[in-house]
């Protein structure tokens, strides 16, 4: 069974550009949240879909957005990109998000930004 | 606010030493406690999950941790360090019963020494 998929691996981009990232969850898993993880702040919650809706929300700006398409698979985009944007952004997957589920990581995309 | 505080950001260790990696939580609620384990260039998986069936949960890879009310703490123990061991280790709370979203620690790297 294959795992959470992120892509691009790596990306380099310029202040003011935007960037969107991609994850493909487990099959089966309809569930997809995100994380943000940098040296100085650790990892903070982003975001979290069910089923095409956003079900939790994390406080981020609201340059940073994400969608979840019919697949589950769900795409995250941040515009107007600023030096504070680089970091791992690791996305996960489960089931349905309840307590007795395992939550599944990807090996995240790390950003940088120039 | 739920939150998480793990004490001491790096911890080095002899390989077959005592492994004690230290994390209290602030909850207004019984809390859903995690450790996850992060390699070099991976994401996060999780070692172990406390949702209060029993204080002493059992993780993978010999990592075990007791949950203490009194102290409101969630230590992770192993008995015998072993060189694979090495890596960043986060203890997390959830703030409702299902796995998100997740409050992280700002994690604490593990070192083991030969």
């Known amino acids: 069974k294959a795992g959470v998929t992120q892509t691009p691996r790596y990306l380099i981009k310029t202040r003011g550009q935007q960037v969107t990232l991609s994850c493909s969850p487990i099959s089966g898993h309809r569930s997809v949240s995100w994380y943000q993880q940098t040296p100085g702040q650790g990892l903070q919650f982003l975001f979290e879909?069910?089923?095409?809706?956003?079900?939790n929300k994390g406080n981020f700006p609201g340059r940073f957005s994400g969608r979840q398409f019919s697949n589950s698979r769900s795409e995250m985009n941040v515009s107007t990109l600023e030096l504070g944007d680089s970091a791992l952004y690791l996305c996960?997957?489960?089931?349905?998000?309840?307590?007795?589920?395992?939550?599944?990581f990807g090996s995240g995309t790390q950003l940088s930004v120039l | 606010a739920q939150s998480v505080t793990q004490l001491g950001s790096h911890v080095s260790v002899s390989e077959g030493a005592l492994v004690l990696l230290r994390c209290n939580y602030s909850?207004?609620?019984?809390?859903?406690l995690f450790w996850y384990v992060q390699y070099p260039n991976q994401g996060l998986q999780l070692l172990l999950k406390y949702t209060s069936a029993a204080t002493l949960v059992k993780g993978i890879n010999g990592f075990e941790a007791e949950f203490k009310k009194s102290e409101t703490s969630f230590h992770l123990t192993k008995p015998s360090a072993h060189m694979s061991d090495a890596a960043e280790y986060f203890c997390a709370v959830s703030r409702n019963s299902g796995n998100t979203p997740l409050v992280f620690g700002k994690g604490t790297r593990l070192s083991v020494i030969a």
């Open positions: 909850s207004s609620v019984p809390p859903y």
């Open positions: 879909y069910f089923s095409e809706t956003q079900r």
């Open positions: 996960a997957s489960t089931v349905e998000g309840r307590e007795n589920e395992k939550l599944f």
